[in-house]
């Protein structure tokens, strides 16, 4: 199985400030489609899951520009700016490659 | 826009089955793989299962394989869970989910294993 490894396991931030989030998998992600696909989730208080981020630097549908993905093969980073209220939570990362697919195991969100 | 609704979920002893459902509308459901992803209390998240669109293929983690099945009804819209030999570490918040990328998630439905 792919392990997802992501760091930190959790992050402070003040409003306004911008926080980086990595996420590093045991194997490469790339298909044999060529696509890569890593993704990104926020999971806020008492809510599903939702998508941010696919094949690792797609912005989701209504999702904002202050949320960028990058990386490449096995190490990807979800980059998050001037970091909102609505932003906290807990993040994901998670791979749809190889099944099982298989997520990071969240990296919590709080206000400084 | 798109919908996802679970139902189905509950306390079950252990051993025992449970049957849930996800009602798909706002796309063609018959256009897109589904998947089942789990959530143990206070935990990550755990893919389950995942049905290619047409229903001809599955796919399980090991934990589930042989116990569980997943099954669509793509006249009705409808994706299932066939849960069998229910064990206390299936005990989880179920959410159904969309596509490949797993992009649209559902609200979730608890399903408790306990005696």
């Known amino acids: 199985d792919v392990v997802m490894t992501q760091t930190p396991v959790s992050l402070s931030v003040s409003l306004g400030g911008q926080v980086s989030i990595s996420c590093r998998s045991s194997?490469?992600?790339?298909?044999?489609?060529?696509?890569?696909?890593l993704s990104w989730y926020l999971q806020k208080p008492g809510q599903s899951p939702q998508l941010l981020i696919y094949?690792?630097?797609n912005r989701f549908s209504g999702i904002s520009d202050r949320f960028s993905g990058s990386g490449s093969g096995t190490d990807f980073t979800l980059k998050i700016s001037r970091v909102e209220p609505d932003d906290l939570g807990v993040y994901y990362c998670?791979?749809?490659?190889?099944?099982?697919?298989?997520f990071g195991a969240g990296t919590k969100l709080e206000l400084k | 826009e798109v919908q996802l609704v679970e139902s189905g979920g509950g306390l079950v002893q252990p051993g025992r089955s449970l049957k849930l459902s996800c009602a798909a509308s706002?796309?063609?459901?018959?256009?897109?793989?589904m998947a089942w992803v789990r959530q143990a209390p206070t935990k990550g998240l755990e893919w389950v299962a995942s049905?290619?669109?047409?229903?001809?293929?599955?796919y399980y983690r090991d934990s589930v394989k042989g116990r569980f099945t997943i099954s669509r009804d793509n006249a009705k819209s409808t994706l299932y869970l066939q849960m069998d030999s229910l064990r206390s570490e299936d005990t989880a918040t179920y959410y159904c989910?969309?596509?490949?990328?797993?992009?649209?998630w559902g609200q979730g439905v608890m399903v408790t294993v306990s005696s």
């Open positions: 989910t969309r596509s490949h990328t797993i992009d649209y």
């Open positions: 706002g796309f063609t459901f018959s256009n897109y793989y």
């Open positions: 049905i290619t669109n047409s229903g001809g293929s599955t």
């Open positions: 194997q490469s992600l790339v298909h044999n489609n060529g696509n890569t696909y």
């Open positions: 094949k690792v630097s």
């Open positions: 998670g791979q749809g490659t190889q099944y099982p697919y298989t």
